[in-house]
């Protein structure tokens, strides 16, 4: 189903797993007259040009932004602030800046000093991502039932709020509004600090003495590849999300620390009783999940069907 | 493809996932002339004699096993030293007794001087499983390409070994030996510890002051989903893996947690490069886990599929 176009140009800077996704779900819908993007490599820009997905793909952000109703940076944390700069005096008076990155705080105080007093700046992040990256992984379904947090500063013209809502409703994204500050507590546990304990795991395994690494692989069905797949993000994007969204995952991780001290405590205690206390309580957990559609209930996420042979 | 039956007859203790699953699996390779078992619970036998898999539910254990060529123990770590003492009087001389516990070196220590001398004891532990337990939640492929450690006490008749390789290998498992105190090392950094980090940061994430639940469960696609799958799995079984591996959790837990403060030192000291670094040799591990075939390549381990809409 298509429907008639929320914007006349629509400039995505980056063309990775969410810029691509966000390409081909807008064209899908035909919510843009025309898509411009650019890409930072020459050869990234061949792909998509390759692709033809978007109707033009340009060298400079200067150039993609030129006329732009709808500009959004789909670029590491740590590269708003420094495009946000490049860009600014090339917007179109009344267009709506965005971005899509993983941390709020940091983007609106990289960007917002920026940007010239007639443009919109709605700052939003879609919680929806795999473990790949580059101009292929993206697809048209990546948002379908997801969340896109969006913290406009206060006194941001409510009509640019509702366009881009409407943009990301469009294509499958459920829409929640929150403040930065929170939004980066929020995440900081259901992403930062997930990632940054996959990340450690995951590395950890891969330097034992005693267990090779070639057995922690081969082994690894018992639990260790779930880690793997979220250890497996892009690491540009990651190291922004860390070094920018700093204080929020420090707090998070002292608790989930003393949290562990606990279990741990219990386990060299022999106290039984706690550890399946612990472990009913977070059973329920994953089942509120599954029932708000956060996830499948499928066993193994599904894999099973993906990855192995339908009949022995 | 059905092959001649291996075993007489099989006596499963124990109808949960894994039980449940080797008794569909074994029935579908028609490796059994008979299969007969027990479940604790009226309420599990009922519905075991309902689902039509095995030959025969019995009431007690000394039951299921009498004339059993093959018994194998499904049932949690901790349950399996008190059923070989009740068992060991009533077991046919030449039997293959086994089990299919996560932790070997307990295992061992609370069966073997139970067991008479004429019977052969080979334990064993496949590698397979998701988040599902009780009768219903087995299914044939489960071992399909899964790894099943055996760890045979030195001594062991080696025809004994060989038959149950077979056995699991016509399953569709990939057989590999060890001892029984590596295997709880690498078991301990494969499964153990990831679990308990699991059921950690998801106890964690439950219990903050500054964001709900409800936002913890909605935003969850960031990344905490996919540690809430195996944070779902049975309590009585990980409580008696934690309580029996204990030292080898331990020593995992030592390694781990140093690496975490070296993250979490260079996050705080914004050392971009030591982040970047260790993110990409992270990726790499996820890549040789698809690449061996213990894992999906399909973004998001499949789940995309299994769960949403194909079209929007």
Same mark, same amino acid.
Not at 159 to 176: H, M, N, P, S, Y
């Given at each position: 189903m298509?429907?008639?176009?929320?914007?006349?140009?629509v400039?995505l800077?980056?063309f990775?797993?969410?810029?691509?996704?966000i390409?081909?779900?807008?064209?899908?819908?035909g919510?843009?007259?025309?898509?411009?993007?650019?890409?930072?490599?020459p050869?990234?820009r061949?792909?998509?040009?390759?692709?033809?997905?978007?109707?033009?793909?340009?060298?400079?952000?200067?150039?993609a932004?030129?006329?732009?109703?709808?500009? !959004?940076?789909?670029?590491p944390?740590?590269?708003c +602030?420094? /495009?946000?700069?490049?860009? #600014? $005096?090339? =917007?179109k008076p &009344?267009? !709506?800046i965005?971005?899509v990155?993983?941390?709020? +705080?940091? /983007?609106?105080?990289?960007? #917002? $000093?920026? =940007?010239p007093a &007639?443009?919109?700046f709605?700052?939003?992040?879609?919680?929806? +991502?795999t473990?790949h990256?580059?101009?292929?992984?993206?697809?048209?379904?990546?948002?379908?039932?997801r969340?896109?947090?969006?913290?406009?500063p206060?006194?941001?013209?409510?009509?640019?709020?509702?366009?881009?809502?409407?943009?990301?409703?469009?294509?499958?994204?459920?829409?929640?509004?929150m403040?930065?500050?929170?939004?980066?507590?929020?995440?900081?546990?259901?992403?930062?600090l997930?990632?940054?304990?996959?990340?450690?795991?995951?590395?950890t395994?891969?330097?034992?003495?005693?267990?090779?690494?070639?057995e922690?692989?081969?082994?690894s069905a018992?639990?260790?590849?779930?880690?793997?797949r979220?250890?497996?993000?892009?690491p540009?994007?990651?190291r922004?999300?860390?070094l920018?969204?700093?204080?929020?995952?420090?707090?998070?991780l002292?608790?989930f620390?003393?949290?562990?001290?606990k279990?741990?405590r219990?386990?060299?205690?022999?106290?039984?009783?706690?550890?399946?206390?612990h472990?009913?309580?977070t059973?329920?957990?994953?089942?509120?999940?599954v029932e708000?559609?956060?996830d499948?209930?499928?066993?193994?996420?599904?894999?099973?069907?993906?990855?192995?042979?339908?009949?022995?």
């Amino acid at each position: 189903m298509t429907t008639a176009p929320l914007f006349q140009r629509v400039a995505l800077i980056g063309f990775g797993l969410i810029g691509g996704s966000i390409a081909r779900a807008a064209r899908a819908k035909g919510l843009a007259s025309e898509i411009v993007t650019t890409a930072r490599s020459p050869k990234t820009r061949a792909r998509v040009a390759e692709l033809g997905i978007v109707d033009r793909v340009v060298e400079t952000n200067v150039e993609a932004v030129k006329d732009a109703d709808l500009v !959004i940076l789909c670029i590491p944390v740590g590269a708003c +602030g420094p /495009v946000a700069k490049e860009i #600014a $005096p090339y =917007l179109k008076p &009344g267009a !709506i800046i965005s971005d899509v990155g993983s941390v709020k +705080g940091a /983007v609106v105080r990289d960007m #917002a $000093p920026h =940007l010239p007093a &007639g443009v919109h700046f709605v700052p939003a992040h879609p919680v929806a +991502g795999t473990e790949h990256s580059g101009p292929d992984s993206g697809f048209p379904e990546l948002f379908i039932n997801r969340w896109c947090i969006l913290t406009p500063p206060e006194g941001t013209d409510a009509a640019a709020v509702d366009k881009l809502r409407a943009f990301w409703t469009a294509i499958g994204a459920k829409v929640e509004t929150m403040t930065p500050d929170h939004h980066d507590l929020v995440l900081a546990i259901t992403s930062h600090l997930p990632h940054l304990i996959a990340y450690t795991i995951v590395g950890t395994a891969d330097e034992l003495g005693e267990v090779t690494s070639s057995e922690v692989m081969k082994f690894s069905a018992g639990g260790f590849r779930d880690f793997t797949r979220i250890a497996a993000s892009d690491p540009t994007m990651w190291r922004d999300v860390f070094l920018n969204n700093k204080d929020a995952v420090l707090e998070m991780l002292g608790t989930f620390n003393e949290d562990l001290s606990k279990l741990t405590r219990a386990m060299r205690r022999g106290d039984g009783e706690a550890l399946f206390d612990h472990f009913t309580r977070t059973r329920a957990i994953r089942r509120g999940i599954v029932e708000i559609g956060q996830d499948s209930a499928a066993p193994d996420f599904g894999r099973l069907s993906a990855a192995t042979p339908k009949k022995p």
